[in-house]
């Protein structure tokens, strides 16, 4: 019984160590950047419930569970529907601009491929109206801006599998992921057929 403990103490313990050795996925960064945007930026709304309006789909869903998070510290009870809720104020957000690219970021070395710069750039309009009244309470533009380099390797884990807007094609096109390795391939293979010749 005690060596099973170890054992699962191990095996959680490996498991926590291999995913903190990742970067964030790019949900990950939405929903803290914005949970955390929210929760400071966000004035008390005057009701003790709020209802997140959403279609509850892809992007628009991660946007509604991260505004949830962000708001648990203003209100005590906080839902997400797809109609108003009279009895609670109800939050509405739009989605102003959104980016999400992949750049080429540092070198690596000679053979290697760059490392991969990740920029997201957001920005929603909330709005938050009374729930019995209709009237517009507060209305607040909240921006998210995020930037990192991750390792080439790494793009399967932090692209979504779920959500289109969030897996974005890696720097430098098809074509040239190919070229570029049978360029460098090609250059050594010249070098040593020189070197022999000239012996």
């Given at each position: 019984?005690?060596?099973?403990?170890?054992?699962?103490?191990?095996?959680?313990?490996?498991?926590?160590?291999?995913?903190?050795?990742?970067?964030?996925?790019?949900?990950?960064?939405?929903?803290?950047?914005?949970?955390?945007?929210?929760?400071?930026?966000?004035?008390?709304?005057?009701?003790?419930?709020?209802?997140?309006?959403?279609?509850?789909?892809?992007?628009?869903?991660?946007?509604?569970?991260?505004?949830?998070?962000?708001?648990?510290?203003?209100?005590?009870?906080?839902?997400?529907?797809?109609?108003?809720?009279?009895?609670?104020?109800?939050?509405?957000?739009?989605?102003?601009?959104?980016?999400?690219?992949?750049?080429n970021g540092s070198s690596?070395?000679?053979?290697?491929?760059?490392?991969?710069?990740?920029?997201?750039?957001?920005?929603?309009?909330?709005?938050?109206?009374?729930?019995?009244?209709?009237?517009?309470?507060?209305?607040?533009?909240?921006?998210?801006?995020?930037?990192?380099?991750?390792?080439?390797?790494?793009?399967?884990?932090?692209?979504?599998?779920?959500?289109?807007?969030?897996?974005?094609?890696?720097?430098?096109?098809?074509?040239?992921?190919?070229?570029?390795?049978?360029?460098?391939?090609?250059?050594?293979?010249?070098?040593?057929?020189?070197?022999?010749?000239?012996?």
């Amino acid at each position: 019984m005690k060596r099973n403990r170890l054992l699962r103490a191990f095996l959680f313990m490996s498991f926590a160590a291999t995913a903190a050795a990742y970067p964030p996925s790019n949900e990950q960064v939405i929903f803290n950047s914005l949970s955390a945007a929210v929760d400071s930026q966000i004035v008390m709304p005057s009701a003790e419930s709020v209802r997140i309006i959403t279609d509850g789909l892809g992007l628009n869903r991660l946007f509604s569970e991260a505004i949830a998070e962000g708001m648990k510290s203003k209100s005590s009870q906080i839902s997400i529907g797809s109609a108003p809720d009279s009895t609670s104020d109800n939050l509405l957000f739009d989605l102003l601009g959104f980016d999400l690219a992949y750049k080429n970021g540092s070198s690596r070395g000679f053979l290697k491929s760059r490392r991969i710069k990740r920029e997201l750039h957001c920005e929603l309009r909330i709005s938050i109206r009374g729930g019995s009244s209709g009237l517009l309470l507060q209305m607040r533009n909240i921006s998210i801006e995020y930037g990192d380099e991750i390792e080439p390797a790494e793009l399967r884990f932090i692209n979504s599998r779920d959500i289109v807007e969030l897996t974005a094609e890696p720097p430098g096109s098809a074509w040239s992921r190919y070229v570029e390795p049978s360029f460098v391939i090609a250059s050594v293979g010249v070098l040593v057929y020189l070197f022999f010749a000239n012996r």
